[in-house]
């Protein structure tokens, strides 16, 4: 390992001494479920078993409090925040500090220090997962986080259709240019299944998500189909896997959890000694 990435690793080990694995859930453009995804992942793998902590990244459009019905504000210890809880999972997102419609007119650099101190000035204790709920896109702000959270991995959300696919394929490339291995992709909105008759409609095309992953030499982790309770408990601050966990619906979230915990179980088994954002990226 070079001086410099044996740096960066000390410095990444140091914002989080009591996290095994840190998962960047990400996506290539915005309107893809990137964060219902990212809050029933992290319900479901709690449901599993796992410790997990969920640190809502997206500064600029912060919905964990809503979809988690969150609606009180972290304490301070010993110089420290403790995050809030629920449904078996801490929390931590710029929407529990600030007005819920007040805007954050921030630059990149102030978007990902705030990202930052969720990791160094909060108490988050022993845990098996954190999950990083990622701006959309490809940009400056998605590089800076990147390059300077510890991330063990990411996983990339699209949906079916070929432009949300060649935007994902974007996410996925730029994960390698900062040396995050790509655990998989979750294609949301797959299929619709009509309430009444049972018939199964791809609205959005089908498929591509797979396709997708075989394309680029990673794992499709799973798809989630269009189903009113899902933005429904979005809405409510009730995960799918909370308010229907017997649903064939909140299934397919397990199972992804499911899957997304072996390809980290097998990558630590194998893991390079240094660990993502050792490349440094002029944009």
Known sequence: MTPQAQQTQHQQQ???????NTIAVASGKGGVGKSTVAVNLAVALAKEGHSVGLIDADVYG????LMLG???KPVVDNQKLIPLEAHGIKVMSIGFLVDEEQAMIWRGPMASGAVRQFMSDVEWGDLEY??????PGTGDIQLTLVQS????????????????????RKGLR????????????VENMSYYI?????HREEIFSYGGGKRSAEKLGTEFLG?????TKIREGGDTGKPIVVLEPDSEHSKQFIEIARNLHVEVKKYNETRPEGRGGDIVIDV
Do not use: W
């Not at 140091?14 to 095994?20: S, T």
């Not at 730029?174 to 998989?184: D, I, K, L, Q, T």
């Open 174 to 185: 730029m994960f390698e240019r900062v040396n995050v291995p790509v655990f998989g992709i």
């Open 14 to 20: 140091a914002l989080l001494p009591g996290v095994k």
């Open 194 to 198: 009509c309430t009444s008759c049972g």
């Open 149 to 168: 959270i510890p991330l063990t991995g990411a996983i990339i959300v699209t949906t079916p259709q070929d432009i949300a696919l060649a935007d994902a």
């Open 223 to 227: 798809e989630i189909p269009l189903y």
């Open 130 to 135: 954190i999950i990083f709920d990622l701006p």
């Open 62 to 65: 912060p919905s964990a409090p």
């Open 70 to 72: 969150i609606n009180k």
